[in-house]
């Protein structure tokens, strides 16, 4: 599927919801999809600021594509670093680095976009996105 | 007066607010207050009839300005039954106040080899600043331990007392645990080794009658905002011989006496510690928010608010996986828990979609949570327009949660 | 937007208001300036409807708070043009701001043998804390003297440059004599010897165009107050190389990253130089009145209130026997002035009595008052909201008092 | 005459304006009354604190009465420190020390006597107060 088909996909998968508690209990069942980062992994140096919980991420590059896999210690963190990675994943750097990311605002998620929120969805976003540009960087 | 709930909510046009559709259950109380009407009335009309800056005017609104400023200094004296309002100094609030005691002690009474007792449950704002005293004078920091409870081991306080330890700083009101800590005997305990003591009164002026004499603290700080007045705005209470022997802490206009190109002298206290235009408005409206607190009356809000909290602990008690975190036998306002296998974060969002306004992580107490070996807490604060409704609110809102994340 | 004189005064209600049963005539807004109904309200409907404390909550109105405070911080960044809202902090006011930078530089950069550059016009508010920074470092402190007419001798200034100074600190536009110092050149100039600038813009962000890029000085201060926003509150502007670089001035919650009862790591810039709960309310009223001033237009401003400086310069200069003090080329918002044989101060009290406000005395500026033989000046200083028949009432006025003194 | 007629004199004279400014001219032609102080007295020892203007004040004591003397840089400062000298001038200590002084309300400037207005009247009249004081506990 193309990245905009997986958005639209989960936009259609939130329309059922019109109570915000539906969509929250829908990301907590998502929490258990995240691929899960290596034990290796969750250490400070792959741990995001800026979140009230904790977050580690993590990235590589195998054959012109990103694998992204992640972890939280609260669930709600969990289900939504689940969706970033559902729609980022196995994409080339280019593609992430050009994104035009609108699931977000469409299932009602856009403020928790804000940097100040404590959740930390804009600063799991850069981390994905630094990864791309990183990445990208190197391969040329 | 008695305590009339429905009017006291009518006076706070916040709490008509709505939150997602639900109505607001606002139990924030302990990072700030929302504020009664006539504390924002008094702000607008002032800036609408009155407002000229204080203190060096010949004119009319000047006058006006600096009566009404130096009455609300006499209003705040009066209400921490302080013996004179030369002892109030206005601040921009308690982290304000404290780095001014910080500052004043750091550059001349501290030395190499010198002690600052603070306790296990300190703000960072009565922390931090005494770290880097310590960094900067080569001071020693001493932290009097907690037990199980959350209270403070008295033994432990009291092996620490001795003439090396030069200042002793502690919160009268856990911020986190709601710990009410027994500072008058503390205080005089501190004092048969001649040590001053300032006490971090965030946490309490709003909830428990305060009283600098009885109390006999040398210091006192505390922030506007967490008792139903503006932001940038808060009091230091210092006693006058202390207050005349510190040397200033910020310098401009008003707190010099005398000024040439190579020196200038200082004028009296407050105003020596009150350098630039202060917060004046600032200052006048917290003076109404205390008459407001004054004419409710501490002893009604301390009644009230402790049958509320009395309530809530019940309440919590009684959900399964949920641990209260913090049981002093003496408590005002924070109830903080935890429930199994849920991070705090994930309850107060949950919380917050059902309209409930909590805080949740290490409320600014970071050294406290990891000495529990917890990440944080969910915390409700309670102030003097939360309702036993609200309360029940809260635990079917954890119920609620609870099944969503099981 | 055209400059609509009725509508600006229409803005401001205190404008209403009467004085010993004159009409207000306000000419001191060099000590504040008043309020539009614009900033008012916005504070009441803040307080009325959104008010949570910032950075700090999971919660709804947590979140709106921050992200208004933090929008505010953007704006004043855009009306400042800084190159990122980062490089913006959110003090108290000026004289909190130049004391952050001047406690920054006493501890870490300042030593014996170095030098400060500041001028003869000076505020205490730029003066004192440069004082206090050489006592207690040992460096000295350098005066740019002035001519006759109240302008900085660039020559001097030049002479003063030298490897030895490290920080060069001056008023944008002098609050007594109007005085406006061309701060572009001097900073230029500072530069070659890599110094940096300090610019105390207190008096000119309400009254002229400031762009802190096209200046390029270092760091820039203001007052909320002066600008038509309320007290409490106001701005530092840093560049980020230098805010990432210079220690913190307070500390407590908010502007750290990690504490543990022995040692504490602090947060990114801005955060790191904003301890404890800031007013973010004052922040935010600060943005809405940047905004009232920037829909107005600073060109307008500059224009409307240059003439109306001129046209008072011109009615005062017919008054027999009085002398205006401060005659700079270039020149805002202030006219100071004394009246032979009659004290500064017994000409405010009878102003005063016809409604008229104006400010008597040294104006926070002692050194600079000595060093002009006087013990003071009459100042009448404009804003927006002044028109030429308030200057007409002042003419009118004086006269009047000529004669009751004669 | 006894302290309350001359206040009642004050009131009086200033009972004919109507005008704020007139009391003000009042004042000001008052200025010229005030008992000189002897040059040697204008030294800081003597200034009173609190006030805009510069204002000198010396008491002494002969034959069990205060005499007042005193001068300001500011004419209106002058006015005021005459009224205040032509009530307080040549009585005893303990007469000052229990003064009812209504005067400077009933002519309509008790304003004035805050003590955060700039012009001192009420550093004045502590000062007053102060040497009755002093004078008084001498002669015990
Ligand atoms: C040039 C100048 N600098 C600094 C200040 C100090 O400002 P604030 O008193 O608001 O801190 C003032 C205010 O009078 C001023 O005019
Ligand atoms: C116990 C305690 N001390 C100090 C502070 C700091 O207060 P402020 O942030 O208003 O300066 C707080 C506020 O959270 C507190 O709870």
Not at chain 1, 99 to 116: A, E, H, R, V
Not at chain 2, 238 to 244: D, F, I, M, P, Y
Request: glycine share 6%; proline share 3%; hydrophobic share 40%.
């Amino acid at each position: 599927m193309t990245i905009n088909e997986i958005q639209d996909q989960i936009v259609e998968d939130f329309s059922v919801f019109d109570e915000w508690l539906d969509k929250y209990q829908y990301l907590i069942d998502l929490a258990t999809d995240t691929p899960q980062i290596d034990n290796q992994f969750k250490t400070n140096q792959y741990l995001i600021n800026g979140c009230q919980s904790r977050v580690w991420l993590h990235a590589e590059l195998k054959e012109g594509l990103i694998y992204f896999t992640g972890d939280s210690d609260a669930i709600i963190t969990n289900g939504i670093i689940s969706l970033l990675i559902k729609v980022l994943n196995k994409r080339t750097p280019k593609e992430i680095i050009e994104i035009n990311l609108y699931f977000i605002d469409k299932i009602g998620l856009s403020q928790n976009l804000s940097p100040t929120r404590a959740n930390g969805l804009a600063a799991m976003l850069k981390q994905m996105k630094l990864y791309a540009v990183a990445f990208d960087a190197k391969s040329k | 007066m008695s305590f009339d709930i429905d009017k006291i909510r009518a006076d706070f046009p916040i709490l008509q607010q709505t939150v997602y559709g639900k109505p607001l259950v606002y139990l924030d109380n302990g990072a700030t207050t929302q504020k009664p009407n006539i504390v924002i009335d008094r702000i607008s009309d002032f800036y609408r009839t009155t407002n000229a800056n204080v203190h060096r005017g010949v004119h009319f609104l000047s006058d006006k300005s600096t009566q009404e400023y130096e009455s609300s200094r006499d209003f705040v004296a009066q209400f921490l039954n302080a013996s004179s309002s030369k002892e109030i100094i206005f601040t921009k609030g308690a982290t304000d106040s404290i780095n001014l005691i910080a500052d004043a002690f750091t550059q001349s009474i501290l030395k190499k080899g010198d002690q600052i007792i603070v306790s296990a449950l300190e703000h960072h704002a009565n922390l931090v600043p005494w770290q880097i005293a310590c960094q900067k004078t080569g001071a020693e920091l001493k932290i009097i331990p907690i037990n199980e409870k959350g209270e403070l081991i008295q033994s432990e306080f009291e092996n620490l007392l001795s003439d090396k330890v030069k200042i002793f700083s502690i919160a009268h009101v856990s911020n986190s645990l709601g710990t009410i800590n027994p500072v008058k005997e503390m205080i005089a305990k501190a004092h048969q080794f001649n040590i001053p003591v300032l006490l971090d009164a965030s946490q309490s002026v709003q909830h428990i009658e305060v009283d600098v004499q009885d109390l006999d603290c040398e210091f006192l700080a505390f922030s506007g905002h967490k008792i139903y007045a503006p932001t940038g705005i808060g009091a230091l209470y210092g006693k006058t011989e202390w207050l005349e022997k510190l040397p200033p802490y910020q310098s401009g206009g008003d707190m010099i006496d005398q000024v040439s190109y190579i020196s200038s002298t200082y004028a009296e206290i407050p105003l020596k510690f009150e350098a630039g235009t202060n917060n004046y408005v600032g200052a006048i409206a917290l003076a109404e928010a205390l008459k407001y607190v004054q004419n409710i009356g501490l002893k009604n809000i301390a009644n009230y608010e402790s049958e509320l909290l009395n309530y809530a602990t019940q309440k919590l008690n009684e959900i399964e996986a949920l641990k209260i975190i913090g049981t002093a036998d003496k408590k005002a306002s924070a109830l903080s828990f935890i429930i199994d296998k849920i991070h705090n974060y994930d309850l107060g969002m949950i919380l917050d979609k059902m309209g409930i306004a909590v805080r949740t992580g290490h409320h600014c107490t970071q050294p406290l949570m990891n000495k529990l070996g917890i990440n944080g807490t969910v915390r409700a604060s309670f102030a003097i327009y939360n309702t036993k409704e609200e309360v029940d609110k809260l635990t079917n809102a954890l119920l609620k949660a609870q099944q969503m994340f099981s």
